[in-house]
């Protein structure tokens, strides 16, 4: 055990000084996340507790109780459609897997991503360190773009396509029931290579997605929790969540930048569920609601999710 992750270790580093002089793609295969996190100003890293994980940070799947299904469709500041959906299956108490789909754009432009997730609990660390609660995970992604496929285009319009892959990275610490800390990598490794036509000319190039990082800190108390990301070391995010009635969930969040052009998003959300029926109480329902004030416009998402015990 010891040996292999030490084995992904080198092999995931030496692949980031591969790809690392490659030129990045800004703005593409954005991710802009389910309406529970999204509630929380994406605050979500050190949280990491049900089907989102596999986006915010793949090392929370195993601590998971639920196999959990989420889907949500939305329209980007009422814009750019999004259709979303993961799920997360703990496999036992030290591991876990998901996967996630991304479906974004519409013929003119579009991207895709699939993502394969897995997360471990290191408790066979306790022996030799004393360490418990401690989690990875990693999810490896297929991403595949389209565009100029619009048939209402000039004849002489740029088409083409891309694919490629990518790897993000995370990592979970439970410092006590109550204090959780976390840290993501998105887009540890990334290679797309794009493929352009004009004027029946073909030109071929390879970029990455930029890497991203996230740290986080969460504190839950009873049905009490509060949430910080900060992302880039130039971006704050702080969420709550409240929950009421054991039924309905009040969530909430800003984000500031801390730049220059400094500027605050707000958000806010309603969950709704907590619903349990089945013969045996197995299953769970929720609906989960978020509202964004962005620059530019503002989205509105809505979020279903099913979980079996």
């Known amino acids: 055990m010891k040996k292999t992750s030490l084995f992904a270790a080198v092999l995931i580093f030496s692949g980031s000084m591969i790809f690392a002089g490659q030129p990045m793609t800004p703005g593409a295969f954005?991710?802009?996340g389910l309406a529970r996190p999204s509630a929380?100003?994406?605050a979500f890293?050190?949280?990491?507790d049900d089907a989102s994980a596999v986006f915010y940070n793949p090392a929370g799947i195993v601590n998971s109780q639920y196999k959990d299904f989420t889907f949500m469709y939305t329209k980007y500041k009422g814009i750019v459609p999004y259709n979303i959906s993961s799920v997360i299956w703990p496999i036992n108490e030290n591991?876990?897997?998901?996967?996630?789909?991304?479906?974004?754009?519409?013929?003119?432009?579009?991207?895709?991503?699939?993502?394969?997730?897995?997360?471990e609990k290191l408790d066979w660390l306790i022996g030799r360190f004393g360490v418990k609660g401690l989690c990875i995970g990693a999810s490896f992604k297929l991403q595949f773009a389209g565009f100029g496929n619009n048939t209402d285009g000039s004849p002489d319009r740029v088409q083409g396509s891309a694919g490629g892959f990518g790897?993000?990275?995370?990592?979970?610490?439970?410092?006590?029931?109550?204090i959780q800390v976390g840290a993501f990598v998105r887009d540890a490794l990334s290679?797309?290579?794009w493929g352009s036509k004009l004027d029946g000319t073909t030109n071929n190039y390879l970029q990455g997605v930029g890497l991203t990082t996230d740290l986080g800190l969460r504190y839950k108390i009873k049905d009490f929790l509060v949430s910080m990301t900060l992302s880039d070391l130039d971006k704050l995010k702080i969420g709550f969540e409240k929950t009421f009635f054991d039924y309905v969930d009040i969530r909430g969040g800003f984000s500031q930048t801390m730049d220059i052009e400094s500027y605050q998003e707000f958000m806010v959300g309603l969950g709704i569920g907590h619903f349990v029926?089945?013969?045996r109480k197995?299953?769970?329902?929720?609906?989960?609601?978020a509202y964004l004030f962005e620059r530019l416009d503002n989205t509105f998402k809505v979020q279903w999710s099913l979980k079996y015990k």
Not at 99 to 110: A, C, E, N, R
Not at 167 to 178: N, W
Not at 282 to 289: A, Q, Y
Request: glycine share 12%; aromatic share 14%; net charge negative.
């Open 40 to 42: 929380m100003a994406g």
């Open 282 to 289: 197995e299953f769970s329902m929720n609906l989960d609601f």
């Open 277 to 279: 029926f089945g013969q």
């Open 45 to 48: 890293t050190a949280v990491a």
């Open 30 to 32: 954005i991710d802009i």
């Open 191 to 193: 290679a797309i290579w």
């Open 167 to 178: 790897l993000d990275l995370g990592v979970l610490y439970a410092v006590s029931p109550e």
């Open 95 to 119: 591991r876990g897997v998901g996967l996630g789909v991304i479906v974004s754009g519409d013929s003119l432009f579009d991207e895709k991503t699939l993502l394969f997730s897995y997360s």
